[in-house]
């Protein structure tokens, strides 16, 4: 189970990424793709065509991380982006639902409060 701390933001990388990256492959995507810094300490999620392999990328103060899923039946569920845009941040409750297998698109997200910015 991944415990995400509240200041931890997620990037999902919308575009199809080359499984064969590594550390270093995947560091030039997070600075191309989320025009972000790997290493602030967010979680980059990346995931294959076929959508049966995913990879998350993340800095662990003194060195990067990298976590691999494989699933040997079904996909992930990759939200269809807005226009063509490559990469959406995501909340925690989303990466669960996306790691279990569970279509965001079907679920339905109750009414809460949120404090207008």
Request: a positive charge; one cysteine or more.
């Amino acid at each position: 189970m991944l415990t995400i701390p509240p200041h931890m933001r997620i990037y999902l990388c919308t575009t199809p990424t080359d499984m064969r990256k590594s550390f270093d492959g995947l560091y030039s995507l997070v600075q191309h793709v989320f025009e972000q810094d790997p290493l602030e300490g967010h979680l980059f999620l990346f995931v294959n065509r076929r959508g049966d392999r995913l990879k998350m990328l993340w800095w662990d103060r003194d060195g990067l991380a990298l976590f691999c899923k494989r699933l040997e039946a079904g996909s992930f569920q990759v939200p269809a982006p807005a226009d063509d845009v490559q990469g959406i941040e995501i909340d925690a409750a989303h990466l669960a639902m996306l790691l279990s297998g569970i279509d965001v698109s079907s679920a339905r997200r109750r009414k809460r409060y949120s404090r207008v910015a």
